[in-house]
């Protein structure tokens, strides 16, 4: 799928979930309540296509299920609906989510018949005991085996994965994001924790079972994986769930539910590198921190927290960062001169 592709999501929640895990309500994530149809598919598009005002690469994505564990007949009602508006270039080609253990041959060689290229593979975690206490049904191996069938079909395939699910720790959250790379997918998203109310997580949580995942401890967790894809050159299409009014009103009874959770893990992975470059500095010291100037609120962060952090930390008497032209990060201190680059 190219870049600029927009994605137009009807989403089927829970439709083919075998299994109920543990952290999971699609109707909270979605908004979508209703059952849905094939003809509810129908005039979900037929909407949407009278509020374009100006054509656009688009892509229609069926969310929120387990999509290739659907019963046959109606899977396929599905598709057929949608298959009318890939023949009039309303959409480019379709993509689904579904779980590892709802992938074989027959199934995919069906999706290519129906225009499907890209597929959105839920692996959640790679060590079985956190796949085990989150009630995923499926094993590490079913992960491996589906990414490398749906690689050899020459689908698009992301994976998506979570953070702070139960029995997890970052370390394990680590290996998680080295085996799933190894997997070659093309993009990858990362779902922090989040305790949706009236889940069996929630409950868990309740009784104290578990333990949340903090909004802080997401972005120690996700700080330390981002680097394990940008590595290996895979693209991390979103961090966090998407923000809804739902979650923001009470869904989301605990855990990493923050609207911006991307960005501040972003801005904490340029605090370590910058932390990092002031070790050198002697305390008391008038420091300037040049900075490539597209990504300065990257470096300084929400509210300037990276800069006042950083000045208490490392107890500077002064700390200023200055955008500039180069791509590179440079730590100066006063005067800010090239003599006194670090
Ligand atoms: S995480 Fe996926 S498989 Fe599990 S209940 Fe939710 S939609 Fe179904």
Known sequence: MSAKQRIFPVFVPHYGCPHQCVFCDQKSISGQFEPITPDSVRSKIEKMRQGIKRKEQMQLAF?????????????????EAAVPYIEDQTFTSIRVSTRPDAIDRQCLEKLKRYHV???????????????????????????RIAASLIRDFGFELIIQMMTGL?????SKTLKTAHKIASLHPDGVR?????????????????AGVYREHSIEEAIEYCAAIVPVFQQEGIRIIRIGLNPSDDLSSGEAAGGAYHPALGELVINRMRYTEMAELLRKIPQDSDVTICVPAALLSQYTGQHRSNVEKLKDCFRLKSLRIRPVKDDTVTVYTEPFQKGNSY
């Open 166 to 170: 139960p029995g997890d720790t970052i």
């Open 63 to 79: 969310y929120g299920g387990s999509f290739t564990a659907i019963p046959e007949s109606l899977q396929n009602a599905f598709l």
């Open 190 to 206: 990362i779902y922090p924790t989040v305790i949706l109310r009236d889940t069996p997580l929630f409950e868990k949580w309740k």
């Open 117 to 143: 290229e890209t597929i959105e593979l839920g692996a959640q975690s790679m060590d079985e005991e956190v796949l085990l206490l989150s009630g995923r049904g499926h094993t590490a191996e079913d992960v």
